[in-house]
């Protein structure tokens, strides 16, 4: 039998595609200004740097479901900022980070080999975690186009775009799960960055009246608390299928660190640091609208999240790509999370005060 390497069935990794518009932003004489990646920049809070080096001398192995304290504070966290309800210590679950759960859930869901439905325009590893199981992917953005998916993802608000949700589509995508059996996987990584829209859980009650079946949602310690190096993120909904993604998980040894569950606790049981960093930043997302609406660019949804959706009239994505190499900024562009996304660039909030004022005087050359 003929092994067929596995890399080979993926698309190109998007980060190594632009390289070369890399080296040129590079360049510029006062170095680059790099928006392409939503990685923080700014420091985690000093009470979860604690609670992680507390705990840092535990020798044992942690549990895959989580400390009972953790599970308790993800539970009251996901109540309390953003209402999600019908939730109890069995249907939350600690990931080690989104990307990771995104790309294995459905592997580990058991629907390889099936349909599994991403959003036009798409965080990329939605796709590579359906080609990893084997899956044939289709885009769909409506129900009416998601048609014979076992695994629907939705994400509001979206990565690259910012567009959000309301209760009325989402009510949709519930439907389409009572009718046809499929489980939807809400992707909500970025609903503490709200600016011209309020974005609504999957399992808001408004959305579910109260039934999560067939629905998971998930979340990110990355965005709003800067966690993204101790890969911290959780799973919610479905109590049944939260416990049947445990146990493959304890099989497979899919465990968060001792330390970095406390570190998780700290991060949720208190709110304060998060509007701190939404409002660091607002204050950049403003400098950068106003500097890009200034140099012709037009903006479209980025009602929400860590991105803006830029387009320049008559440029593509890469051409777009290119003027703004040449003056040191890089961005990334909208054909990594589609067809649909061949005009567009992502420009992301993530850089310094100082990075953010740099590329704002650059964008007025």
Not at 49 to 58: D, H, K, P
Not at 311 to 327: F, H, I, K, N, V
Not at 340 to 357: N, S
Request: hydrophobic share 45%; aromatic share 6%.
């Amino acid at each position: 039998m003929t092994r067929i390497p596995l890399g080979s069935q993926l698309p190109d990794f998007p980060w190594d595609t632009i390289s070369d518009v890399k080296a040129r932003a590079v360049a510029h004489p006062d170095g680059i200004v790099d928006l392409s990646v939503g990685t923080p920049v700014d420091p985690v809070n000093p009470s979860i740097q604690l609670a992680l080096s507390v705990n840092a001398a535990e020798p044992g192995y942690p549990q895959t479901a989580g400390t009972p304290e953790l599970r308790a504070a993800i539970v009251a966290a996901l109540e309390r900022r953003y209402n999600a309800g019908g939730l109890n210590d069995a249907s939350v679950l600690p990931v080690i980070g989104t990307k990771e759960a995104i790309a294995w859930l459905p592997t580990t869901l058991g629907v390889r080999g099936t349909v599994v439905a991403i959003p036009a325009v798409a965080y990329p590893t939605y796709e590579v975690g359906a080609l990893i199981a084997g899956c044939t992917v289709v885009r769909a953005d409506s129900p009416a186009e998601a048609a014979g998916a076992s695994l629907v993802f939705i994400n509001s608000p979206s990565n690259p775009t910012g567009q959000v949700r309301g209760v009325d589509e989402l009510r949709a995508w519930v439907s389409f799960a009572r009718e046809t059996g499929a489980i939807i996987a809400s992707d909500e990584c970025y609903m503490g960055l709200a600016w011209q829209a309020e974005p609504v859980s999957l399992l808001d009650p408004r959305v579910t009246d109260g039934d999560n079946t067939g629905l998971v949602s998930i979340h990110s310690l990355s965005k709003t608390s800067n966690m993204a190096s101790y890969r911290a993120g959780f799973l919610a909904g479905d109590a049944a299928l939260i416990q049947e993604l445990l146990l493959v998980r304890k099989h497979a040894g899919l465990m968060v660190p001792g330390p970095i569950q406390h570190a998780m606790v700290a991060s949720l049981t208190e709110d304060s640091h998060e509007e701190l960093q939404r409002l660091t930043y607002a204050k950049r997302r403003e400098q950068l609208v106003d500097a890009l609406s200034r140099a012709g660019f037009i903006i479209d949804h980025s009602e929400a999240g860590l991105y803006l959706w830029a387009r320049r009239d008559g440029m593509g994505a890469r051409e777009t790509l290119d003027w703004l190499a040449d003056r040191g900024i890089l961005a990334a562009p909208g054909d990594f999370y589609g067809p649909a996304g061949a005009q567009h660039v992502r420009i992301g909030l993530t850089a310094t005060d100082e990075r953010i004022a740099a590329a704002a005087a650059r964008l007025g050359e």
